[in-house]
């Protein structure tokens, strides 16, 4: 799962920058980023971030952003499978 977590994060952060649009569901006026052609069969760890949010929302609700918790879930699942630790500093916040 690091693996798709990395590249949940890619295709987030690749168009218009790190901002959770990945997480979009279909609406009746337009289609989400989940089931956008380009991501069809590409991308997976849905379910994995539905979760982490759940979680911390019942912990502080409306404090982090989805695009925060990408990249957490992202640099944490990495260094689980890998044996190399990523040190880096940013802040949990809301984007206005």
Do not use: W, Y
Request: with cysteine.
């Amino acid at each position: 799962m690091g693996a798709s977590l990395l590249r949940l994060h890619f295709h987030d952060c690749f168009v218009n920058g790190c901002d959770g649009s990945i997480l979009l569901d279909d609406a009746s006026n337009f289609t989400g980023e989940q089931n956008a052609n380009p991501n069809q069969n590409s991308v997976r760890g849905f379910n994995v971030i539905d979760d982490i949010k759940t979680a911390v929302e019942k912990v502080c609700p409306g404090v982090v952003s989805c695009a925060d918790i990408l990249t957490m879930a992202a640099r944490k699942s990495v260094v689980l499978v890998s044996s190399t630790l990523i040190s880096f500093m940013f802040s949990l916040r809301r984007r206005k």
